[in-house]
């Protein structure tokens, strides 16, 4: 079973671009997370998919932060303008019956310049 | 709203035993959970406690204390592998997403 994938795996951009994060979830996981880590300080929660449906974006740092999950799959998070202070590791999580038991991608290293 | 503390370093030998604490405030609780992570990789799943005890999985124990908002991940026997970081978690009061604590760094040395 393939696990939590997530594209690009490190992405260096100039402050002011668009960059746009994928994760691809563990096949049949329902529930799709979006994490933040930042400067080795604790994960945060950004948002929560139920299927195609955003159950809980309250960890949304502002409105240059765009989640999607279109048809229930894969989800996107897009970053419009880029500020230095969006620099860190972004995780994607899936789980299914579980909501504690929830399996980490890769994680895409953002560095805002 | 939530919080989580965790010692932020802890050290110790091969072979010996390790507790990292976890004390929280939230304002539901469904449970207490613990991740490891190791230098540049994903954070993986180690165990979960929704009820008071102790929870025994190989050389890795959690236990919680409801009343007293506390647990630990106990780590028995040693291992240089086990260097890396430990979160614990929780459930927020609307059951949908998770709070990480900021993580213990466990340092394991020959």
């Known amino acids: 079973e393939a696990g939590v994938t997530q594209f690009p795996s490190h992405s260096v951009i100039e402050k002011g671009q668009t960059v746009t994060l994928r994760c691809d979830p563990i096949?049949?996981?329902?529930?799709l997370y979006w994490y933040r880590r930042v400067m080795g300080k604790e994960i945060k929660f950004l948002l929560h998919?139920?299927?195609?449906?955003?159950?809980?974006e309250s960890g949304m740092p502002n409105n240059r932060f765009l989640a999607e999950r279109t048809g229930g799959t894969y989800s996107t998070l897009k970053v419009q303008p880029a500020e230095l202070e969006d620099s860190g590791v972004y995780f994607c999580?899936?789980?299914?019956?579980?909501?504690?038991?929830?399996?980490f991608g890769p994680g895409t290293r953002l560095l805002v310049l | 709203g939530q919080s989580l503390e965790q010692p932020s370093e802890v050290t110790a030998v091969e072979g010996a035993i390790v507790q990292i604490n976890c004390t929280y405030q939230?304002?539901?609780?469904?449970?207490l959970s613990w991740y490891q992570q190791h230098d540049g990789g994903a954070p993986t799943f180690l165990s979960y406690?929704?009820?008071?005890g102790l929870e025994e999985t190989g050389r890795f124990s959690s236990f919680l204390s409801r009343s007293d908002s506390y647990g630990y991940l106990l780590l028995q026997e040693l291992q240089m592998k086990d260097s890396a970081s430990y979160f614990c978690?929780?459930?927020?009061?609307?059951?949908?997403?998770?709070?990480f604590g900021p993580g213990t760094r466990l340092s394991v040395l020959p």
């Open positions: 999580a899936s789980s299914q019956d579980s909501l504690e038991t929830q399996y």
């Open positions: 096949s049949g996981h329902d529930n």
């Open positions: 998919f139920v299927k195609e449906s955003k159950q809980d």
């Open positions: 939230t304002s539901g609780f469904y449970g």
């Open positions: 406690n929704a009820l008071d």
């Open positions: 978690a929780v459930r927020d009061n609307y059951g949908q997403n998770f709070v």
